[in-house]
């Protein structure tokens, strides 16, 4: 079977984008699994930016199929926007490269409203949220009382999810949290207005599409948000996202057995950044860290905020290939890590007075982890124009064999700038 999943192996923000894109010119289908538009994902292709948070990294290549999952949780006014960006750039040509399961959480205002409002009431104990309401819209599919994409092209089922799901939420918002109330018969008109606009990418059961072309040998990628340490359940809660991160979730949101997976590719930066609030054992919070954000370019796609940055941590990289069953690893952005005299490895925690080499299942125990550093020499070239493996310089050479050693994983691609031309192969993909 050729179904490779792309999985984030730290807290998000590691590349998965580009790695996806790049994959895609190899892939007839690229499915999008879980999370919502929360996720950012960058592209450069000569020269040209493109950031997506719904669209499968795989629609910049025209013979490549994108799919939405049941899985995703979709705010449908953002995807139009998504969508007519993309058109106005000569992309997306034609609505058969994109199909939007029928079965997937549909989020609307009320549930942007809400999560803005509980992060705003939060004070001093924020979580960290996005804001796009990815949390409410998730609540809503668990407490069975989602508005899913089929229901759209249906008015008068429409119509009465809406005014149940308002009953609620307008109490919310206006006796909990004094935001003025959504009015039905609005929210309505835009719902219609939007499925008129999506009715064309409309596909109602892409399980069954999936589950076809894997058996019938087609390549399929399935694409990760966010990363494995933001997952729900395995992730440093609570500062973690409202979907799972991690591979089994592609099977999960896709609606696939794990028998049809052959591959697990974690995508890794060469250092680690977090957005938002929670514990970062390697965080480095001086002039080292700023300069690694500026190089690094590290600020949101979704929401501009600076990440936080720190050196690799091996522990956490440890956890994500043991619980994701990664088993082959893609290194990103290495050549942020020119210049640097020294870099900095964590293979392993203090806590406690305990030696510690395996990540702590509570988030009060790893706030209270000190890393423990293996010191690498740096590299002073300018790398970012380096076509192959051999031609990097001795030290960073050394590096990524540093990680592979370690990990005990092979590592089948390095990044060394954000182009798809400054990728350095060192495995073949589907082979």
């Not at 308002?166 to 039905?184: A, H, S």
């Not at 395995?234 to 696939?256: E, R």
């Not at 990664?326 to 964590?346: R, W």
């Amino acid at each position: 079977m050729a179904g490779i999943i792309v999985v984030g192996s730290q807290w998000g923000d590691e590349g998965k984008g580009k790695v996806v894109d790049v994959f895609s010119a190899e892939a007839d289908f690229v499915v999008r699994y879980q999370g919502g538009a929360n996720a950012g994902h960058t592209l450069i292709v000569d020269g040209k930016k493109t950031v997506l948070h719904l669209v499968p990294s795989g629609v910049l290549h025209p013979n490549t199929k994108c799919i939405i999952a049941a899985g995703v949780v979709l705010d449908v006014a953002t995807l139009w926007e998504e969508i007519c960006a993309l058109k106005a750039n000569g992309l997306l040509e034609s609505p058969s490269q994109l199909m939007i399961s029928d079965s997937a959480t549909v989020l609307t205002t009320y549930h942007r409203k809400l999560d803005a409002a509980r992060e705003n009431a939060a004070g001093h104990e924020k979580i960290g949220t996005t804001g796009k309401g990815i949390g409410p819209a998730y609540e809503d599919r668990a407490g069975r009382k989602a508005l899913l994409f089929g229901d759209l092209f249906q008015p008068e089922t429409l119509k009465a999810k809406l005014e149940s799901a308002l009953r609620e939420k307008n109490f919310l918002l206006e006796k909990f949290y004094n935001v003025p109330p959504i009015q039905v018969d609005e929210l309505m008109r835009e719902m219609q207005r939007l499925a008129k606009e999506l009715e064309p990418y409309r596909c109602r059961d892409t399980s069954l599409m999936i589950f076809k072309a894997l058996k019938s040998g087609k390549k399929v990628l399935f694409e990760g948000a966010q990363g494995t340490l933001l997952d729900l359940n395995h992730g440093t809660y609570p500062f973690v996202t409202s979907s799972s991160t991690l591979a089994g979730s592609a099977c999960v949101g896709s609606g696939i057995g794990p028998g049809l997976v052959s591959k697990v590719v974690g995508i890794t930066k060469g250092y680690t950044t977090r957005v938002g609030s929670g514990p970062f054992p390697t965080e480095i919070n001086d002039s080292v860290g700023e300069l690694m954000r500026e190089k690094g370019k590290e600020f949101g796609a979704t929401t501009g905020r600076p990440r936080r940055c720190g050196w690799l941590d091996l522990v956490a990289l440890r956890y994500a290939i043991r619980i994701n069953g990664i088993t082959n690893l893609a290194l990103m952005k290495i050549d942020v890590l020119s210049g640097f005299e020294k870099i900095k490895v964590c293979t392993a925690y203090e806590l406690d007075g305990q030696f510690l080499t395996e990540f702590p299942v509570t988030t009060g125990d790893l706030a209270r982890c000190q890393p423990i550093y293996e010191e690498l020499p740096g590299w002073k070239e300018e790398i970012s124009g380096v076509k192959f493996m051999r031609d990097l310089p001795r030290q960073a050479q050394s590096y990524v064999d540093f990680i592979t050693n370690e990990l005990a994983t092979p590592i089948d691609v390095v990044s060394v700038g954000p182009g798809r031309d400054q990728t350095l192969w060192l495995k073949p993909l589907f082979k």
